[in-house]
């Protein structure tokens, strides 16, 4: 059983199962996008494969159709080494709820495996599954049925039941993917919510892929085909949301709970039990997977600051991530409602505020964080879709607020908008934002209740406390301070310029962040965008680990084009 690339293959039919997946999810708390999460852990996976020597057929992943492992025997070393990848990697890229319960099913069914001689017989791959399942459900603080552990567990008693007779490993995985596919069959008559939205539980149908791609790797069976979502199947899937019950706690189910909290800790194995009583009082759909000193923990809570400070008494937190989920619950709606992200997206305020910010932005985890922050209505634009004067004042005017503040977040709109001020028949004020996270930061000053004047000036002053970075690809040949750069290569850029020049994002980011930080320095966080990933993720806030430990992590979504990461220093 070619277990590597059976990782480089489920990591691939996930990618084209995302978007299903995602639609198949309607609790309006947990995990609005299982399928993303899912597939971002095997990003990780993949990614911690590659770097295996032997193991190059990885980098044909990325081409389309699965990867194949035609003539990759693995003997008993490389079998270990390629099931510590997989858990490891799961571990550090595990994202959301669904994404650290796969890690555990990955990582219990990897330490059965590496104790193997030989390759996997059904035996073996049978208290493999029967070790995932169980491993789940211990990290699981609450287990609910009709969820991914409930798929899990069938999975593993068919293969067991198949196992006890001395089948072969093909038998087996057969055993096991009907009786995993019953059981998600059989989800909603287990949890009302799926019942009155017609759909199974998301978690169990992107781990039954993982069967499948088990049976295309070791007997040539064909992918499952990734149906066609639109919009208005995202409706057509939810349409019973808002008259579903939802009472169900733990993995899987709606609470009023507002936020998802993750991080590492780096805590002894035995202060876990005193930890985890601790979370057990804050929050729920709790899950702690790792050991031997490492944790990811995971918790939706209202009270975040409780669920950070729980981790000092145990050991370190490191790369925290905290989501609004009342938030991604308003984005879910509009996909669902088949709008998507409306060009100027506007939230009416009772009464309105006397001053209101409009914000030229990219990106649905840029607008979501904005809206966090105070913002409501938003002009889509950024480094390479610069607005017209006319599109911010159509926005502008468009404002129930007679007075406003604009965040360009770009030098290049910076001009366009001052042009606004003198337009509008409101009065406008500008705050010179170079860039996003300068609009982050501006908006720790935002007051609705002050006057535009007052605001911006405060606004300014907040913007540039901030050490701003960016990190882009160049488009064409050049040099500079930090020596020549060529078309391709990635570059750090702060305030100044180009800092440095890279052969990868990784290395770019690194180098900038090598750069820009001071002893003085207390938190760093990175905004994720388009050409980051699990793995580059993981090696930058290792960097980080290794080079400023003193230093806070904090990881958000952005989803900005362009830029594969955005760096605040504070």
């Known amino acids: 059983m070619h277990l590597a690339v059976t990782m480089a293959t489920y990591g691939h039919v996930l990618g084209l199962h995302q978007e299903a997946l995602n639609a198949l999810n309607v609790y309006p708390v947990p995990d609005g996008d299982t399928g993303t999460n899912m597939a971002l852990t095997l990003e990780s996976v993949v990614a911690e494969l590659a770097g295996l020597e032997g193991l190059e057929f990885l980098e044909a992943s990325a081409r389309p159709g699965p990867p194949t492992g035609k003539g990759l025997p693995f003997g008993p070393v490389e079998m270990a080494a390629v099931c510590k990848a997989i858990a490891h990697g799961s571990l550090m890229g595990a994202r959301g709820n669904s994404g650290v319960i796969l890690c555990q099913l990955l990582r ?7 104790e193997g001689e030989r390759d996997a017989d059904g035996a073996r791959l049978a ?39 001395g089948a072969e490993l093909v038998e087996v995985l057969e055993a096991s993917h009907a009786a995993a596919a019953e059981a998600l069959a059989r989800t909603p008559d287990q949890l009302p919510v799926l019942a009155q939205a017609g759909v199974v ?23 499952p085909a990734a149906p066609d979502v639109t919009a208005s199947a995202y409706a057509a899937m939810s349409d019973a949301l808002p008259q579903a019950e939802l009472e169900v706690e733990g993995e899987g189910g709606g609470s009023d709970l507002r936020y998802e909290v993750m991080y590492f800790l780096e805590a002894p194995d035995h202060t876990l039990r005193a930890f985890k009583e601790v979370w057990a009082g804050l929050g729920d759909s709790i899950v702690v997977v790792g050991g031997e000193g490492l944790w990811n923990c995971h918790i939706h809570t209202n009270d975040v600051g409780a669920s950070i400070e729980a981790a000092l008494d145990a050991g370190r937190p490191r790369d925290i991530r905290v989501t609004d989920l009342a938030d991604q619950v308003e984005e879910e709606r509009w996909v669902r409602e088949g709008a998507g992200v409306p060009a100027v997206a506007g939230a009416e305020v009772e009464p309105p505020p006397r001053t209101a910010v409009v914000a030229v932005a990219n990106g649905e985890g840029i607008g979501r964080i904005f809206r966090s922050l105070g913002v409501h209505y938003f002009v889509p634009g950024g480094q390479s879709m610069n607005p017209s004067t006319a599109q911010i004042l159509e926005v502008v005017e468009s404002v129930p607020s007679d007075e406003v503040v604009l965040l360009p977040n770009n030098d290049n709109i910076r001009p366009v908008a001052l042009q606004v001020c003198e337009l509008s028949t409101k009065t406008v004020r500008v705050v010179p934002t170079s860039g996003i996270v300068e609009g982050f930061a501006a908006l720790l000053e935002y ?97 980080l680990a290794e080079h400023r430990p003193d230093v806070a992590v904090e990881v958000h979504h952005g989803g900005q084009p362009l830029y594969p990461f955005l760096i605040s220093i504070e």
């Open 447 to 543: 007051d609705p209740e002050a006057g535009a004047s007052d605001n911006a000036a405060a606004m300014a002053e907040s913007a540039r406390r901030v050490v701003a970075g960016e990190v882009t690809r160049a488009v064409r040949d050049a040099t500079g301070p930090a020596g020549p750069i060529h078309a391709g290569d990635w570059m750090g850029l702060s305030r100044d310029g180009v800092e440095v020049v890279g052969d990868s994002v990784a290395e770019a980011t690194c180098g900038l962040l090598g750069k820009l930080l001071h002893d003085e320095h207390e938190l760093v966080t990175l905004i994720e965008g388009e050409g980051s990933g699990a793995g580059e993720t993981r090696r930058v806030t290792e960097w």
């Open 127 to 165: 208290a493999g599954l029967s070790a995932a399942s169980d491993a789940a459900r211990e990290a699981v603080l609450r287990p609910v049925e009709g969820t991914i552990l409930t798929v899990a567990r069938a999975a593993a008693q068919g293969a067991t039941e198949r196992a006890r007779g």
């Open 201 to 223: 539980d998301a978690g169990g149908a992107g781990y039954l892929l993982l069967l499948d791609s088990l049976l295309s790797v070791v007997d040539g069976r064909p992918l």
């Open 108 to 114: 219990g069914l990897t330490r059965v495996l590496a």
